[in-house]
C-alpha cells in the first residue's frame, strides 16, 4: 500500500495505455491477417476448380482423341474382320487409324486375299473332285454292270457252252476210233483236226473261266507255308516231270497271307512252263528260292529252259499271248496271264530277269506278315 503512490499510478496508467494501443495494433493485424486467410482461400479455390475444370476437360479431350485415333478405328477393323469371318472374302479391309494400325490392316487383308485364293482352288478343286467321282461312279457303275455280265458270262461258259462242247468232242472221238481207216486219209485228218479244235476250245473257256475267278470267288487270305505248296506243286507237275526227265528244287520257303489254291496254280504254272519250254536233249531243272528284302518276300523259279528274249519280257504276261505256235508247243497262252493277276491280287509284283546266263529266271514279291522271324535256313529240297 506504501508503493501505491501517485507516480506509480502514473507509471501504470501509462502501461496499460501502452497495452491497449498493443491490443489495438494486435487487432489490426488479426483482421489484416483474416482477410488476407480469406482471399488466398478464395484463390485456392477458385485454382482448384480451374484444375479440376482443366483435368475434364483434358479428358474429354483425350477420350475424344483415344476414340477418334485408336478405338475407333480398332473398332472398324473388328468390324470388317468379323464380316470376313462370316464369310464375306470379297470384302477389301481399308487402312484405318495411325500408321501401326493401318499396317495391321494391310497385313490381315493381305492374309484375307491368300484365305480369298486358297478357297478359290480348294472350290475348284471341289469341283474337279465332284467331277471326278461322278466320273468315277459311272465307272463304277460300269464295273458292276461289266462283272455282272463276266459273272453272266461265266455261267453260261461253265454251263450252256460246255454241254454241247462236249458233245461235240464226244462224238468227234467216237467218230474217230469207229472210222479210223474206214474213210479216206483226207477225211481222218479233218475229224483229227474237229477232236484237237473242240478240246483246245474246252481248255480255252476253262482258263477263262479261272482267269475271271481269281479275286472274285475268294475264301479269305490265311496263313500259307509255302514249303507244303511246293510239295503240292510237286505232286500236281509229277507226270510232266516224268515225261521230260525233269528235276525240281526249292529252298526253305517262308509262310505268306493268301489263298493257299491261288497260291498253288500261280507256282505250278511256273513250274509246268518250266518243264514245257526245255531245251532238246537237256533234262529241265527248275528251282525255287526266297529271300527277304524289306516288307516284301521275293519269290524266285529259276530252270535251264530255252529262255526268253529281252524284247519280249512284257508281252508274256498279256493274256492269250504266245511267243510260239500251238505245234510247237501246247497251251492257250493264258497261263502266265493268271500267274500275273494272282500276284497282283495277293499286292505283289511278278516280272522276268533278262540278266541271266541261261534258262528263264521269274520273280515276284509277297508282302511279309507283321513281325514275322525270319526262315531258318535248312537244306533244299528236290524231287
Same mark, same amino acid.
Given at each position: 500500500?506504501?508503493?501505491?503512490?501517485?507516480?506509480?499510478?502514473?507509471?501504470?496508467?501509462?502501461?496499460?495505455?501502452?497495452?491497449?494501443?498493443?491490443?489495438?495494433?494486435?487487432?489490426?493485424?488479426?483482421?489484416? *491477417?483474416?482477410?488476407?486467410?480469406?482471399?488466398?482461400?478464395?484463390?485456392?479455390?477458385?485454382?482448384?476448380?480451374?484444375?479440376?475444370?482443366?483435368?475434364?476437360?483434358?479428358?474429354?479431350?483425350?477420350? $475424344?482423341?483415344?476414340?477418334?485415333?485408336?478405338?475407333?478405328?480398332?473398332?472398324?477393323?473388328?468390324?470388317?474382320?468379323?464380316?470376313?469371318?462370316?464369310?464375306?472374302?470379297?470384302?477389301?479391309?481399308?487402312?484405318?487409324?495411325?500408321?501401326?494400325?493401318?499396317?495391321?490392316?494391310?497385313?490381315?487383308?493381305?492374309?484375307?486375299?491368300?484365305?480369298?485364293?486358297?478357297?478359290?482352288?480348294?472350290?475348284?478343286?471341289?469341283?474337279?473332285?465332284?467331277?471326278?467321282?461322278?466320273?468315277?461312279?459311272?465307272?463304277?457303275?460300269?464295273?458292276?454292270?461289266?462283272?455282272?455280265?463276266?459273272?453272266?458270262?461265266?455261267?453260261?461258259?461253265?454251263?450252256?457252252?460246255?454241254?454241247?462242247?462236249?458233245?461235240? $468232242?464226244?462224238?468227234?472221238?467216237?467218230?474217230?476210233?469207229?472210222?479210223?481207216?474206214?474213210?479216206?486219209?483226207?477225211?481222218?485228218?479233218?475229224?483229227?483236226?474237229?477232236?484237237?479244235?473242240?478240246?483246245?476250245?474246252?481248255?480255252?473257256?476253262?482258263?477263262?473261266?479261272?482267269?475271271?475267278?481269281?479275286?472274285?470267288?475268294?475264301?479269305?487270305?490265311?496263313?500259307?507255308?509255302?514249303?507244303?505248296?511246293?510239295?503240292?506243286?510237286? *505232286?500236281?507237275?509229277?507226270?510232266?516231270?516224268?515225261?521230260?526227265?525233269?528235276?525240281?528244287?526249292?529252298?526253305?520257303?517262308?509262310?505268306?497271307?493268301?489263298?493257299?489254291?491261288?497260291?498253288? #496254280?500261280?507256282?505250278?504254272?511256273?513250274?509246268? #512252263? *518250266?518243264?514245257?519250254?526245255?531245251?532238246?536233249?537237256?533234262?529241265?531243272?527248275?528251282?525255287?528260292?526266297?529271300?527277304?528284302?524289306?516288307?516284301?518276300?521275293?519269290?524266285?523259279?529259276?530252270?535251264?529252259?530255252?529262255?526268253?528274249?529281252?524284247?519280249?519280257?512284257?508281252?508274256?504276261?498279256?493274256?492269250?499271248?504266245?511267243?510260239?505256235?500251238?505245234?510247237?508247243?501246247?497251251?492257250?497262252? $493264258?497261263?502266265?496271264?493268271?500267274?500275273?493277276?494272282?500276284?497282283?491280287?495277293?499286292?505283289?509284283?511278278?516280272?522276268?530277269?533278262?540278266?541271266?546266263?541261261?534258262?528263264?529266271?521269274?520273280?515276284?514279291?509277297?508282302?511279309?506278315?507283321?513281325?514275322?522271324?525270319?526262315?531258318?535256313?535248312?537244306?533244299?529240297?528236290?524231287?
Amino acid at each position: 500500500q506504501a508503493l501505491i503512490t501517485d507516480a506509480a499510478r502514473q507509471q501504470f496508467d501509462t502501461l496499460r495505455a501502452s497495452i491497449d494501443r498493443l491490443q489495438s495494433m494486435i487487432l489490426v493485424v488479426r483482421n489484416e *491477417s483474416a482477410d488476407a486467410a480469406r482471399s488466398t482461400g478464395g484463390a485456392l479455390v477458385f485454382l482448384l476448380l480451374v484444375a479440376a475444370a482443366v483435368v475434364v476437360i483434358a479428358g474429354v479431350a483425350l477420350l $475424344i482423341s483415344l476414340r477418334r485415333t485408336v478405338i475407333g478405328p480398332v473398332t472398324d477393323l473388328a468390324d470388317q474382320v468379323r464380316s470376313v469371318a462370316r464369310g464375306d472374302y470379297d470384302r477389301e479391309i481399308t487402312d484405318v487409324g495411325p500408321p501401326e494400325l493401318a499396317r495391321l490392316a494391310r497385313d490381315v487383308d493381305a492374309m484375307r486375299r491368300q484365305i480369298a485364293s486358297d478357297l478359290t482352288e480348294v472350290r475348284a478343286a471341289r469341283e474337279r473332285i465332284e467331277w471326278v467321282n461322278g466320273q468315277l461312279q459311272r465307272q463304277t457303275e460300269e464295273l458292276l454292270r461289266s462283272n455282272r455280265d463276266l459273272e453272266q458270262f461265266a455261267y453260261v461258259a461253265s454251263h450252256d457252252l460246255q454241254e454241247p462242247l462236249r458233245k461235240v $468232242i464226244s462224238f468227234c472221238q467216237l467218230l474217230q476210233r469207229r472210222y479210223a481207216g474206214q474213210l479216206d486219209e483226207r477225211a481222218d485228218q479233218y475229224i483229227a483236226f474237229a477232236v484237237d479244235g473242240a478240246q483246245r476250245m474246252q481248255r480255252l473257256i476253262n482258263d477263262l473261266l479261272a482267269f475271271s475267278r481269281i479275286g472274285r470267288l475268294t475264301t479269305g487270305f490265311v496263313e500259307v507255308d509255302l514249303d507244303k505248296v511246293m510239295g503240292d506243286v510237286a *505232286s500236281q507237275t509229277e507226270s510232266a516231270r516224268e515225261y521230260a526227265g525233269g528235276e525240281i528244287t526249292w529252298d526253305a520257303l517262308p509262310t505268306v497271307l493268301g489263298e493257299e489254291p491261288l497260291l498253288t #496254280n500261280l507256282l505250278v504254272n511256273l513250274v509246268s #512252263n *518250266s518243264f514245257k519250254f526245255r531245251r532238246p536233249g537237256v533234262a529241265p531243272k527248275v528251282h525255287v528260292s526266297a529271300r527277304r528284302i524289306g516288307d516284301e518276300w521275293e519269290i524266285s523259279c529259276a530252270d535251264n529252259g530255252i529262255g526268253i528274249e529281252p524284247e519280249f519280257v512284257d508281252k508274256i504276261f498279256v493274256i492269250f499271248q504266245r511267243l510260239h505256235s500251238k505245234d510247237a508247243y501246247p497251251g492257250t497262252g $493264258i497261263g502266265l496271264a493268271i500267274v500275273k493277276k494272282i500276284v497282283e491280287y495277293h499286292s505283289g509284283r511278278v516280272w522276268v530277269e533278262t540278266d541271266v546266263a541261261e534258262g528263264t529266271l521269274v520273280r515276284f514279291t509277297l508282302p511279309v506278315i507283321v513281325e514275322q522271324e525270319p526262315v531258318a535256313v535248312r537244306e533244299p529240297r528236290a524231287r
